[in-house]
């Protein structure tokens, strides 16, 4: 069984920083992808960055490229998201998921993990 829980959302106005981490206990193993997604009231889970742990490999949605940057710490098993240049439409709950699809997949579909997510109000 595998647990993530993410932490450090909040509330923080446009161009602010924010750093969200998640957790990943349970068993485990190097030969996957981490992701961090969306949600906004009414709105569909979305996409937003995604790392492959064993390389280090990552994708970016085009709406915060330059802006998020996600990383992970193999020690800790732990990812992170930074989160510089805040906007509004950036507010949502922030959740990470983990997939063992190969590769980087972006769909939420193919995640089979989830935290327990965080919200992240950016006001104006």
């Known amino acids: 069984q595998v647990q993530l829980v993410e932490s450090g959302g909040g509330l923080v106005q446009a161009g602010g920083s924010l750093r969200l981490s998640c957790a990943v206990s349970g068993r485990t193993f190097s030969n996957y992808a981490m992701g961090w997604f969306r949600q906004a009231p009414g709105k569909e889970r979305e996409f937003v960055a995604a790392i492959f742990w064993n390389s280090g490999s990552t994708v970016y949605a085009d709406s915060v490229k330059g802006r998020f940057t996600i990383s992970r710490d193999n020690t800790k098993n732990t990812v992170y998201l930074q989160m510089n240049s805040l906007k509004v439409v950036d507010t949502a709950v922030y959740y990470c998921?983990?997939?063992?699809?190969?590769?980087?997949?972006?769909?939420?579909?193919?995640?089979?993990?989830w935290g327990q997510g965080t919200q992240v109000t950016v006001s104006s």
């Open positions: 998921g983990r997939t063992v699809v190969p590769g980087v997949p972006t769909q939420p579909s193919l995640y089979s993990n």
